[in-house]
């Protein structure tokens, strides 16, 4: 072979082997793993005084803070995901936390709280503020939420990271099985998180899909990365508990079926003339007279409370559950409720009194609560629920029936807190309407059963029905008014005016109209029978108990009626 020949295929065979080396190489380098290292404080950025939050195995959108070695979380994170029960007083500064039996109260930036069970506040000290304040931002330190909390939490540092378990249930882990590394990306190049030992338990993310050859995972620590499949089992689910006890709200229920009935009262003098009304009743159980009402923002309260009616009515075999209301025009129950001070005033104000006349029962009869004063009047009530269970006071609540526009009086929560949470299935068609329509048709009664029934237990359910019917005049000019009548001068309107109702079976009632002097009349007659159908659907329901709107507006043979189903 010629020397240049040997010369070329010497070369050729360099090159090939240059070319395989260096190939060789780059194809080590590929599959060799990064060693990089990034350091934490690096992957999750947190300034000194912040806290990264992980709920589960989720980074909050939120962060926390760090305040002289404690962890705190923003009120309305504590509110929404750990326990809605916490309740902040923005006008006064105080935050409340309502258990069954004790109101536990903590003033901004103040190292010890209030614990009030009847009516008596007692000082409790504690190491560290529970609520910190900056302008309109509101912490709360996590040790206290966690003492009341179905909840659980690890706090670690370098960088500062709390882990929050709170959701109980099922859940994709896995473990590792070969010394492997957490990656902040998914490839063999992304730098390394933390090293990973034969055995570590890992939370599987769910929501994302493995991705060429790795999971994402995340460490007991909050550690969030990747691992390469092949060095940890397939993944597996484990149950996550806890051994939390929800706080059990005990109810001064009756054993026996509610036959109650509300009483006007005008003055003090209604004990006279309580014995002949309750003298054409019959299986009644509890009267609730209209005793109190809410007088000024400060929650201050008139009162027709008198201790001969109460004697009187013990005396028939009566609980009296004394009723408060809202009627008052001049007032703001926006600004009664959303102050510590005048809930605390009216619900002592109350109680008080419950226990200076000997009453059974206090009911409150709110209805003019305003959508933002929702939140208010439901601390109001878990408020007031601790006095009364703690004095024992029945406490129950008047309603309307449930609908949307409605939904802020929680009748959820009162369902949980309260001892009856009463249904007022009547004004179907009420006063101001612009057009007539029966006081509680059959549908508007079963559909009030039917839907309290999804919020509150029907042992505190009692559906409270009308005594009372609407005559509704119509003029030429489409104008509608309507005045209310008992029982006995409705029939006789119609007895005078020559007209023979008829039943309707949609309505549940009997049906009539006439004409006088150019204008309409129209009537939905509240009677007997339209009574017996309502109490058919409460019967069948099988809740606590019947109500009725009012005392003296029925006819005699109506109690009878009522005995046959609720006595």
């Known amino acids: 072979m010629e020397k240049k020949s040997k010369i070329a295929v010497i070369g050729t065979i360099a090159v090939i082997l240059i070319t395989v080396i260096v190939l060789g190489i780059t194809i080590v380098k590929k599959l060799t793993p990064s060693n990089e290292v990034m350091l934490l404080t690096d992957y999750y950025q947190v300034e000194d005084s912040e806290v990264l939050v992980i709920l589960q195995n989720k980074i909050y959108e939120k962060s926390g803070l760090l305040l002289d070695g404690k962890v705190y979380l923003d009120y309305e994170t504590i509110k929404d995901k750990f326990n809605h029960r916490f309740y902040w007083d923005s006008n006064e500064n105080i935050l409340t936390y309502t258990t069954p039996n004790e109101i536990i109260q903590a003033e901004s930036g103040r190292k010890h709280f209030t614990v009030t069970k009847s009516m008596i506040k007692t000082d409790s000290a504690i190491d560290y503020p529970v609520v910190k304040v900056f302008a309109d931002q509101v912490y709360i330190a996590l040790d206290f ?64 899909a493995p991705q060429k050859g790795f999971s994402k995972v995340m460490t007991k620590e909050g550690i969030i990365g990747y691992v390469r499949d092949k060095y940890v089992k397939e993944s597996f689910y484990k149950t996550i508990s806890s051994d939390f006890k929800e706080p059990e709200y005990t109810s001064q229920t009756r054993p026996e079926k509610i036959n109650l009935v509300f009483h006007q009262v005008f003055n003090e003098d209604a004990a006279d003339n309580l014995e002949n009304l309750i003298a054409q009743t019959k299986g009644l159980d509890v009267v609730v007279p209209t005793w109190f009402s809410v007088i000024d923002n400060s929650g201050n309260v008139s009162s027709l409370a008198s201790e001969r009616y109460v004697e009187k009515a013990k005396s028939l075999g009566l609980e009296v559950w004394a009723l408060v209301d809202d009627f008052n025009t001049e007032i703001s129950m926006y600004e009664v409720l959303s102050h510590t001070s005048s809930r605390e005033n009216l619900s002592n104000v109350l109680v008080e009194a419950a226990l200076k006349y000997k009453l059974n029962g206090i009911n409150i009869d709110f209805e003019k609560i305003s959508s933002d004063a929702g939140i208010h009047y439901i601390q109001f009530l878990r408020e007031l629920s601790v006095k009364c269970r703690n004095n024992g006071i029945v406490l129950s609540v008047d309603n309307y029936v449930p609908s949307p526009y409605t939904s802020h009086y929680d009748r959820e929560e009162q369902g949980k807190i309260l001892d009856y949470v009463i249904v007022m299935a009547y004004d179907e068609y009420y006063a101001g309407s612009e057009v007539a329509g029966p006081v509680a048709s059959l549908g508007f009664v079963k559909d009030a059963v039917t839907n309290i029934l999804t919020m509150v237990p029907k042992e505190k359910t009692i559906i409270a029905i009308p005594f009372y019917t609407r005559l509704w005049k119509e003029t030429p000019d489409g104008e509608v008014s309507s005045e209310s009548f008992s029982m006995t001068p409705a029939e006789n309107i119609l007895k005078e005016n020559e007209v023979e109702p008829k039943w309707n079976d949609t309505y549940g009632c009997y049906y009539a109209e006439y004409e006088r002097d150019g204008a309409t009349y129209r009537m939905w007659q509240e009677e007997d029978k339209s009574i017996e159908e309502k109490l058919k659907v409460i019967y069948n329901a099988d809740v606590a108990g019947i109500a009725a709107w009012k005392l003296g507006l029925e006819k005699e043979s109506t109690w009878n009626v009522i005995t046959r189903y609720f006595e």
């Open 145 to 208: 939420v966690a003492k009341y909390s179905d909840m659980e939490y690890e706090y670690y540092v370098s960088p500062n990271r709390v882990v929050i378990n709170y959701q109980w249930g099922d859940y994709l882990f896995t473990e590792v099985t070969k010394e492997t590394q957490l990656r902040k990306d998914p490839n063999i190049k992304s730098p390394i998180l933390t090293k990973l030992a034969v055995g570590t338990s890992l939370y599987v993310d769910m929501d994302e």
